[in-house]
């Protein structure tokens, strides 16, 4: 599947750098990264598959890695760095895995290889059947899902995955993403010998529990030539709760590698 694609900057001779959002996410949510890296590198921020403008389809870690790499393809930005938030994070280390030679570094965000994550979205049952009105803005979204969610800043999170104006409906493929969810929050088994030898940082927010001292043997296994960035005051939306220290860290790592 090819994939919705915001592409930034030159094209310089450092490998371009693909950006991997989150779940219910989308591409333009690393906008301030991207803008950021696009300075002096070429950047391309995706739309996973369900999210954002890309296609819909059933979802799982290996077909979501192929996803990207088609795309990867398709745009002609093979190798590349990959650096991916949360599931997106789950994904470019899957690619990692099943196709290094795609892959020149690597940036994890806020997210181990193993079970766990999205947990705290508490997503309610009923999103698919939600009854939409004939235009919906802003205002009017965030009070038809506030009986639903009470969570401000998930609520804001499934807002802009709404359709607004004149034919309102959700804009991604919410059916496909609710029967995933088990597997999101999962992780596939791998051959015995899977292994990343390439470079790769992985950076956590100090408030987050995403990434626990039982992931490191793991960590250690599949990426051994890994090292772990805590960023004080950050919790899971590291690149937004503090955006300057996530640059130097990802620019210092790319500059190295």
């Not at 997210?111 to 059947?129: H, K, Y």
């Not at 965030?142 to 409906?169: F, H, S, Y």
């Not at 609710?178 to 100090?206: K, S």
């Not at 300057?244 to 860290?249: D, G, I, V």
Request: hydrophobic letters at 45%; glycine letters at 8%; a negative charge.
């Amino acid at each position: 599947m090819l994939l919705n694609v915001i592409e930034r900057g030159p094209e310089p001779p450092a490998a371009p750098v693909v950006l991997l959002h989150g779940l219910f996410g989308r591409a333009r949510n690393l906008g301030f990264v991207q803008r950021r890296l696009s300075a002096t590198r070429r950047t391309l921020a995706m739309d996973l598959r369900n999210h954002g403008a890309s296609p819909h389809g059933p979802m799982s870690y290996p077909i979501m890695a192929e996803d990207v790499a088609e795309t990867m393809r398709a745009h002609h930005a093979l190798p590349a760095a990959l650096l991916g938030h949360s599931m997106g994070g789950k994904t470019a280390m899957m690619l990692a895995l099943t196709q290094p030679e795609a892959v020149r570094c690597l940036i994890v965000v806020d997210i181990a290889p193993g079970q766990g994550g999205f947990d705290s979205l508490d997503l309610p049952q009923g999103l698919e059947a939600l009854h939409f009105p004939a235009h919906l803005d802003l205002h009017t979204a965030n009070d038809l899902l506030r009986p639903l969610i009470d969570k401000d800043t998930v609520r804001q999170l499934m807002v802009q995955n709404m359709r607004l104006g004149d034919n309102p409906g959700w804009a991604i493929g919410l059916a496909d993403i609710q029967a995933a969810l088990p597997a999101l929050m999962g992780w596939p088994a791998l051959p015995p010998d899977a292994c990343y030898t390439g470079p790769t940082l992985f950076i956590r927010g100090e408030q987050s529990r995403y990434i626990q001292p039982e992931n490191e043997p793991a960590m250690r296994r599949l990426f051994p030539n890994h090292q772990l960035e805590s960023i004080a005051g950050a919790g899971h939306w590291v690149h937004a709760d503090a955006p300057q220290r996530f640059c130097q860290l990802v620019e210092a790592f790319l500059a190295e590698h």
